[in-house]
């Protein structure tokens, strides 16, 4: 089995959240499986920032329609594998500060960037002499892969949705300058509401579609969560696979993390309290071991709930309570916890940035990791989070509600089922309690060290839908 597996995000070269993450993790655990995979992203400038590689193809061919762009194709290998990933280089389209655009806005020639990109993914295997049995794509930014492959009638698809929120929507009147025809099939395809949207052309067009969780794959057929798109996601309801990610256990492990500044495990959970007392005094927090703190490495985006997890600090920090917060995103957020901050030095420490290695700080250092979002795909957080012994209090919402439980024996976390300010506080509040209780407290952490979030059986499921992509191509 040969998969060409798409991205414009991947970990560690380019990363703006989960799907980085995915892309950079999934790909080595299919090929553990005997799969050949190779993975294609464009060539962003925090590529280069990151590493050096080698020319694999000095020029590629992208049919634009009106005009024909040129790219050079580059190489390396994924770190800790041997698995190819090529780079798309194409300068004006990627050498850019940002992967998507600046102000928490696409860049303004986001369609030609993904359409460029999406026409030099479809030249690619044959320029490398990889037949492709299966083409994976990820996300709006490549939802025209299987619009061009159908046209092509190269190899059947996979188009897996990571986020429905955001699709790629342009004005029509851009069609022609991205080779799309009047009339055209491709046309029929990408056309959603009078716009080009490249969400809704990758849902309609690839052989199979899966999503992150099956709970968010059940969700993103009703109106609350379907984002205009639900009727499309109905009518392919056959073909719509709900595949848990995984996270990658060399990464994100207590054991042998080295951004810690001691090292812990299920069998020795008693240096997890130096590292909170680390954490805390990095923030800028007083150093006190009975006080629940509570973590969060989040996008600061409307999605992740933390308006509302901000409306509660002030009262839940009277129980008393700690706050660790990383993150970036939307303005108003972003204010409203550099305020924080600023108001509750003793409660609130905000840190209004991307840091891969304070991340893992906060999420080894805290108790509690706020996760109150309010639509989760699937979410790495709370997998992350309890890896480290750190408690989840979740919004039961998609991956959250099928990753974390709050029930009997085997609780691993805290859950609201309703996502409001009042929910919130109590469920902080209850972990509170338990957090009191040592002997409780110890059970519910082992539980949640105990779970397995690796690749293994998701990289399974992914090997059967491959087959399932080539036996429909086959049909
Ligand atoms: P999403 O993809 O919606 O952002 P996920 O929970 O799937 O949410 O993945 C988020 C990933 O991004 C996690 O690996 C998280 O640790 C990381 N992350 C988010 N914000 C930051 C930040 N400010 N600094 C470091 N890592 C971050
Ligand atoms: C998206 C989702 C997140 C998911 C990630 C990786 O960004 O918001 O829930 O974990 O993609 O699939």
Redesign the pocket.
């Known amino acids: 089995m040969k998969v060409l597996y798409v991205s414009n995000e991947v970990a560690p070269y380019a990363k703006v ?3 980085g ?1 995915v892309a950079g993790t999934l790909p080595p655990a299919l090929a553990d499986l005997g799969i050949d995979v190779r993975v294609v992203m464009p060539l962003h400038r925090q590529c280069l920032e990151h590493d050096s590689y080698e020319v694999a193809l000095p020029a590629l061919e992208a049919n634009m329609g009106r005009r024909t762009c040129t790219a050079r194709v580059l190489t390396n290998t994924l770190p800790a594998s041997s698995v190819p990933i090529y780079f798309i280089e194409y300068d004006q389209y990627f050498d850019r500060p940002e992967i998507y655009g600046e102000g928490g806005k696409d860049y303004p020639d986001a369609a030609e960037r993904y359409a460029f990109f999406a026409r030099a993914v479809q030249a690619l295997p044959e320029a490398l002499g990889f037949d492709a049995d299966v083409i994976h794509a990820n996300d709006w930014p490549t939802g025209l892969v299987p619009v061009f492959a159908r046209e092509q009638a190269s190899a059947p698809t996979i188009y897996t949705i990571h ?1 429905l929120a955001y699709q790629g929507q342009f004005p029509r009147e851009k069609a022609a300058a991205l080779g799309i025809e009047p009339g055209s099939a491709a046309m029929r395809a990408v056309l959603r509401d009078g716009a080009l949207n490249y969400m809704a052309a990758g849902i309609r067009t690839a052989t199979l579609v899966s999503t992150v969780s099956e709970r968010y794959a059940q969700e993103i057929g009703t109106e609350q969560y379907g984002d205009g798109l639900e009727d499309l996601l109905l009518a392919r309801s056959a073909d719509l696979h709900g595949v848990l990610n995984g996270i990658d256990y060399d990464v994100w492990n207590p054991r042998t993390d080295r951004a810690l500044p001691v090292n812990f495990s299920a069998e020795d959970l008693a240096p997890k309290g130096e590292c909170k007392a680390a954490l805390q005094a990095e923030m800028g927090l007083p150093v006190k071991p009975e006080v629940p703190l509570v973590g969060c ?3 600061m985006a409307w ?1 992740k709930g933390l308006d509302i997890l901000a409306e509660v600090i002030p009262e839940a920090m009277k129980t008393p309570m700690q706050f660790a917060i ?3 995103g939307e303005q108003d957020l972003e204010e409203k916890y550099a305020d924080l901050d600023k108001a509750y030095p003793q409660a609130v420490a905000a840190r209004i ?4 290695g304070l ?1 893992h700080r906060i999420y080894a250092g805290s108790d509690l990791f706020a996760m109150p979002s309010r639509y989760e795909p ?4 709370q997998m ?1 989070s309890m890896c480290y012994g750190t408690i989840p209090v979740v919004h039961a919402t998609g991956g959250l509600a099928d990753t974390v439980t709050e029930h009997g024996d085997q609780q691993t976390g805290f859950v609201l089922e309703e996502l409001t300010a009042t929910a919130l506080l109590a469920a902080l509040r209850r972990a509170a309690e338990a957090i009191a209780d040592d002997i409780g407290w110890r059970t519910i952490m082992l539980n949640a060290m105990r779970q397995d979030f690796s690749w293994n059986q998701s990289a399974q499921r992914y090997k059967e839908l491959y087959d399932l992509a080539v036996s429909r191509a086959a049909d």
């Open positions: 959240g989960g799907l993450d986020n490495v989040s996008r999605q990383l993150g970036t940035s991307y840091d891969e991340a699937c979410g790495l957080g992350i």
